[in-house]
């Protein structure tokens, strides 16, 4: 890699004139992105000093204004300062997602710093299952945004070029001259064109040969629907020379799939609601790389840090969100420790991220889409702490679900009646309730929709 890369930013041509970047907040952005040019090239010591030399205002202020990190801290007998000794952070028992969830409002800052912008709630399932809601600033944004240009820049991508994108954030199509955030926001690109992921797998193919772009978002079970459609059907998108994707595990055979069909490799994100960006992967190399402003511990059953080739879970703390502190916070996925990378760059580095594996629902007439159940409007009706979708063949759909009371026939009803009209399509939804959390599979994975029908 060169580590010249912000230089050949600064010196491109498709970068905008200053008065343009200001109007779009681009000065801003390009002042981080100068800070995490020389950042990672800081060496572990370096970094993880420079980190904890962040986590100790961090705490203090959280200690300050979140009544359940306050608790959280005196119950491990540490302070702001503690935790931002050597050593220190890992003395602070880790925070579920469960606990999260029944802290309530108590868990959210009442204030934050001066700025750090507005503040806005995020809400996901996670890999596991269990509905979650933080709080993010908008300086959460702003970094979420420099660490995606940062990996554009990284892989060295022709901004002149067409990038399609199947979201689960959006509901129709939509087309745009330009990228979008964050890269309109520096530099003139080529057009976007983006689709639901909850289209069926021949739209989506269909939508891509028309489209033919250069660059490609998805999610890993999407693209092995479209990739395995693109191999039966001897054709696929001419102009492609690169896949992004996101929100899922990819495996080996995937990504040797991908090159072979679409002949592309695969750059892969490891990102949250929650978190924002926590790594992207290296060019050279293909290990991930953790964001500067992430502490990401992989540990054992025990608590203990696992060392490179070693699997655990995750515990993540962001050192920016003010809002909320998401510290130690145990994410719900498993990684593999890496070792590091001869790139050049100090980051910390993961081998390989096992959470997040999720499947397409089958629809009778055999297409597959994403599999949207509908879980933001839940709380309206019957509050579930956990949940699991297991489709049993083309017409049914177990609903396993984790929550302190059973719902009323009519709040189960109007549950069913969501969840169908998420999917798509007037599914049996057989239940199964229970105030147990749901158990992981043998592997210490939780797949959210599991389709066992054929």
Same mark, same amino acid.
């Given at each position: 890699m060169?580590?010249?890369?912000f =230089?050949?930013?600064?010196?491109?041509?498709?970068?905008?004139?200053?008065?343009?970047?200001?109007?779009?907040?681009?000065?801003?952005?390009?002042?981080l992105?100068?800070?995490?040019?020389?950042?990672?090239?800081?060496?572990?010591?370096?970094?993880? &000093?420079?980190?904890?030399?962040?986590?100790?205002p961090?705490?203090?202020?959280c200690?300050?204004?979140?009544? =359940?990190?306050?608790?959280?801290?005196?119950?491990?007998? %540490?302070?702001?300062?503690?935790?931002?000794? @050597?050593?220190?952070l890992?003395?602070l028992?880790?925070?579920?997602?469960?606990?999260?969830?029944?802290?309530?409002?108590?868990?959210?800052?009442?204030?934050?710093?001066?700025?750090?912008?507005?503040?806005?709630?995020?809400?996901?399932?996670?890999?596991?299952?269990?509905?979650?809601?933080v709080?993010?600033?908008?300086l959460? +944004?702003?970094?979420?945004?420099?660490?995606t240009?940062?990996?554009h820049?990284?892989?060295?991508?022709?901004?002149?070029?067409?990038?399609?994108?199947?979201?689960?954030?959006?509901?129709?199509?939509?087309?745009?001259?330009?990228?979008?955030p964050?890269?309109?926001?520096?530099?003139?690109?080529?057009?976007?064109?983006?689709?639901p992921?909850?289209?069926?797998? &021949?739209?989506?193919?269909?939508?891509?040969?028309?489209?033919?772009? =250069?660059?490609?978002?998805?999610?890993?079970?999407?693209?092995?629907?479209?990739?395995?459609?693109? +191999?039966?059907?001897g =054709?696929?998108?001419?102009?492609?020379?690169?896949?992004?994707?996101?929100?899922?595990?990819?495996?080996?055979?995937?990504?040797?799939?991908?090159?072979?069909?679409l002949?592309?490799?695969?750059a +892969?994100?490891?990102?949250?609601?929650?978190?924002?960006?926590?790594?992207?992967?290296?060019? &050279?190399?293909?290990t991930?790389?953790v964001?500067?402003?992430?502490?990401? /511990?992989?540990?054992?059953?025990?608590?203990?840090?696992c060392?490179p080739? /070693?699997?655990?879970?995750?515990?993540?703390?962001?050192?920016?969100?003010?809002?909320?502190? %998401?510290?130690?916070?145990?994410?719900? +996925?498993?990684?593999?420790v890496?070792?590091?990378?001869?790139c050049?760059r100090?980051?910390?580095?993961?081998?390989?991220? %096992?959470?997040? &594996?999720?499947?397409?629902?089958?629809?009778?007439?055999?297409?597959r889409?994403?599999?949207?159940?509908?879980f933001?409007?839940?709380?309206?009706?019957?509050?579930?702490?956990?949940?699991?979708?297991?489709?049993?063949?083309?017409?049914?759909?177990?609903?396993?679900?984790?929550?302190?009371?059973s719902?009323? @026939?009519?709040?189960?009803?109007?549950?069913?009646?969501?969840?169908? /009209?998420?999917?798509g399509?007037?599914?049996?939804?057989?239940?199964q309730?229970?105030?147990?959390?749901?158990?992981?599979?043998?592997?210490?994975?939780?797949?959210?929709?599991?389709?066992?029908?054929?």
């Open positions: 060169s580590p010249n890369w =230089h050949r930013l600064k010196r491109s041509r498709h970068i905008l004139p200053g008065s343009e970047r200001r109007r779009n907040g681009g000065d801003a952005l390009l002042g992105l100068r800070g995490y040019a020389a950042s990672e090239r800081l060496d572990a010591a370096g970094l993880a &000093e420079r980190q904890r030399q962040h986590l100790f961090l705490a203090k202020h200690a300050g204004q979140s009544p =359940h990190f306050s608790r959280r801290l005196k119950a491990a007998g %540490l302070s702001p300062e503690d935790l931002a000794e @050597p050593g220190g890992a003395k028992p880790p925070l579920t997602r469960r606990e999260l969830v029944e802290a309530r409002d108590s868990f959210f800052c009442r204030v934050t710093p001066k700025g750090h912008g507005a503040v806005k709630s995020n809400s996901t399932s996670g890999s596991t299952g269990e509905p979650v809601t709080r993010r600033t908008g959460c +944004d702003l970094h979420w945004l420099t660490y240009l940062r990996e820049l990284w892989h060295d991508r022709d901004f002149a070029g067409r990038l399609a994108a199947s979201r689960f954030s959006i509901t129709e199509p939509v087309s745009a001259p330009g990228w979008g964050p890269c309109d926001m520096v530099l003139r690109t080529g057009p976007s064109s983006a689709m992921v909850t289209k069926s797998v &021949e739209e989506l193919s269909d939508w891509l040969l028309e489209f033919d772009p =250069h660059y490609l978002l998805v999610m890993p079970s999407t693209l092995a629907a479209l990739v395995s459609y693109f +191999d039966s059907a =054709h696929r998108p001419d102009a492609l020379r690169g896949v992004r994707t996101f929100g899922e595990t990819i495996t080996p055979h995937l990504r040797e799939d991908v090159l072979r069909v002949r592309s490799g695969v +892969d994100i490891y990102s949250s609601q929650e978190g924002g960006v926590m790594a992207t992967q290296c060019p &050279e190399e293909g991930y790389h964001s500067e402003t992430i502490i990401l /511990e992989v540990v054992d059953a025990e608590g203990r840090a060392q080739g /070693e699997v655990g879970r995750i515990l993540v703390t962001d050192l920016v969100n003010s809002a909320s502190p %998401l510290i130690r916070y145990e994410i719900g +996925d498993y990684a593999e890496g070792t590091p990378c001869p050049g100090g980051l910390p580095t993961i081998k390989r991220f %096992l959470g997040r &594996e999720r499947n397409l629902v089958i629809l009778p007439d055999g297409t889409h994403w599999p949207l159940v509908g933001f409007h839940w709380d309206e009706v019957f509050p579930v702490a956990q949940f699991q979708f297991v489709q049993l063949d083309r017409q049914t759909v177990l609903a396993r679900m984790s929550a302190a009371d719902p009323t @026939p009519e709040q189960e009803a109007r549950l069913t009646a969501i969840i169908r /009209e998420s999917l399509h007037p599914f049996e939804i057989r239940y309730w229970q105030t147990e959390p749901l158990e992981r599979g043998p592997s210490g994975k939780f797949e959210e929709f599991i389709c066992k029908a054929e």
